[in-house]
């Protein structure tokens, strides 16, 4: 029985390891920082600032101003009564891997095209309005433009955040749109109208929502406040009552632009007014028909657990630690794999989900699985470890590294 035990405990450290791996949200990086002070570019192009710690007590920690090609990575940024990171008429300019706390927003591009903020760590937004973002697109516009994997996480009493991501007026391409796809977003400000996500704000275009997982994010998880061809889908909501919760997802075209293409399908919602009822959706019917709203679904078993308890300063697991199915009846093979990969399941796992990621966190595949023994062509994979996770309504059932090799 002890043996048991020991295996099941060591199957669940593993799975949730792996868990933090095969999403690759926040940072991962574990170095160590130089001191710096505030730091300012104006007209600068083709570098990078990687590895500063910058706290400024009277304004903003980086700065740029007309600049273009540079990387800012790796850097610790914070406590600040500004934002942390400032563009203005920016162009390509990637921030990863840093890790922002107690500061007005995190990020805050004003008029700026082919914009990344990735693999960030950001922790107790404090604003005030207008200020109050993990990161904001103020007048983004173009291709390139990215908020993508991070993690933001508010602790009641010590933060006032406003939205955790917000787009405005902002415009994408219909080949590009601006993505806001893998946030992890727990925790929300004390107003009544700041929530998760915020797309359309005062009008854009081109906008995709994706993926995104919000967890009590105050008023709402996301709001389409206006613009159009907006596509929100593939994100899971949930609050239990608080004070200021309202509603999962919401469109209603606040401004005077006509608003519509907009599109709100597969998402899962779980959220409690604040008087106690179920609240999940709203549509205040001014934004067109929404296309595939019928599609979005109440989930009862969405709760806290949709996110691991610690999410923030999470590095990735390493991919040494091979499989976390010690006593997992799912077959998976060949391993290494050349043209094709097949996964033998039991007959319980019904309508499981299997998702392959790569070493970046990046998802590759997303598929249901239909049977008991599925097929997967690896021929359009490139050769290296993937990470592939079957989950079965909400709980994950095996997480295992694979290789891809080419003849």
Known sequence: MKNIKKQVLLCLVFMIMFQCFSYGQGSSYS???????PV????????????????NPSGVCISLNNCYNITIQNCKLGPSVEVAIYLYNCKNIIIKNCSMENIASGLLSDTGTGIQFIYNDV????????????????????????????????IVGQNNQEDAVNLFKSNGTAADPIQVIGNWIRGGGTTNSGGGLLAGDNGGSYQLFEDNICVTTGNEGIEVAGGHDIIVRKNKFYSPKTAISNVGISVHNQYTDPSYNITIENNEVNWTFFTGELNNYYNYGNSGTI????????????????????????????????????????????????????????????????????????????????????????NNFAAGVYILKISNENRI???????IRKN
Request: charged letters at 15%.
């Open 291 to 378: 296309i595939g709203w019928s599609t979005n679904v109440y989930n009862p078993n969405l709760n806290e657990s949709i996110l691991p308890v610690k999410i923030i300063g999470r590095v990735q697991a390493t991919t040494d630690v091979v499989s976390t199915s010690i006593t997992s009846p799912i077959k998976i093979y060949p391993n290494p794999a050349i043209d094709h990969l097949t996964i033998e399941t039991t007959s319980d796992i019904k309508n499981g989900v299997l998702v392959i990621y790569n070493i970046n966190g990046q998802k590759m595949l997303e598929q249901t699985l239909q049977d008991t023994n599925t097929e997967i062509n690896t």
């Open 397 to 403: 059932m095996d997480v295992r590294k694979i290789t």
């Open 31 to 37: 170095g160590t920082y130089t001191k710096s002070a």
């Open 123 to 154: 922790k107790n937004v404090l604003g005030p309005m207008p200020r109050g973002q993990m990161a904001q697109f103020d007048n983004g516009y173009g291709t390139g433009n990215k908020i993508n994997y991070n993690i933001c996480e508010n």
């Open 40 to 55: 300012t570019y104006q007209d600068s192009h083709d570098l990078t600032i990687s590895g500063l710690q910058i706290t």
